[in-house]
C-alpha cells in the first residue's frame, strides 16, 4: 500500500533553516505530481509546493525565494530545503502523492495518499 513518511520537522528561531524529507514506498514515485501541504492551528490546508514527474515546480507566494522543493526518484525521496523561516510559517507539514499519471497541478483533490505530518515550529 502507498505509505509516506514526514520527518525532519521542529522547532528554530526566526531565520533559521529546516530540510523536511518524505519517504515514499508503495507506488512508483518518478510517476506521480508530488506536493507538500501546511495546516497552521484555525487555518485551512495550504498549498506549499509542487513539483511534476518531470520536474517542474510550483510555490506559494509566500514562501518564493525561502523554500525549494526538490525529488530523488532513485531513493523515493521528497525534500522541502526550508531557509529564513518566519513565525508564519508555523504549521503541520505534509507530504503529498498525487494520482499516478495524472497532472495534478494545484488541485488538492488530485493528491490522494498523504504522510502523518512533521510540525514545524518557527519562533
Known amino acids: 500500500h502507498v505509505q509516506l513518511v514526514e520527518s525532519g520537522g521542529g522547532s528554530v528561531q526566526a531565520g533559521g533553516s529546516q530540510r523536511l524529507s518524505c519517504t515514499a514506498s508503495?507506488?512508483?514515485?518518478?510517476?506521480?505530481?508530488m506536493g507538500w501541504y501546511r495546516q497552521a492551528p484555525g487555518n485551512e490546508c495550504e498549498l506549499v509546493s509542487t513539483?511534476?514527474?518531470?520536474?517542474?515546480?510550483y510555490y506559494h507566494d509566500s514562501v518564493k525565494g525561502r523554500f525549494t522543493i526538490s525529488q530523488d526518484i532513485v531513493k523515493n525521496t521528497l525534500s522541502l530545503q526550508m531557509n529564513n523561516l518566519k513565525p508564519e510559517d508555523t504549521a503541520m507539514y505534509y507530504c503529498?502523492?498525487?494520482?499516478?499519471?495524472?497532472?495534478?497541478?494545484?488541485?488538492?483533490?488530485?493528491?490522494?495518499?498523504w504522510g502523518q505530518g512533521t510540525q514545524v515550529t518557527v519562533s
Open positions: 508503495g507506488f512508483t514515485f518518478g510517476d506521480s505530481d
Open positions: 503529498a502523492a498525487g494520482l499516478p499519471g495524472v497532472d495534478c497541478g494545484l488541485n488538492p483533490r488530485c493528491y490522494n495518499a
Open positions: 513539483i511534476t514527474n518531470g520536474g517542474s515546480t
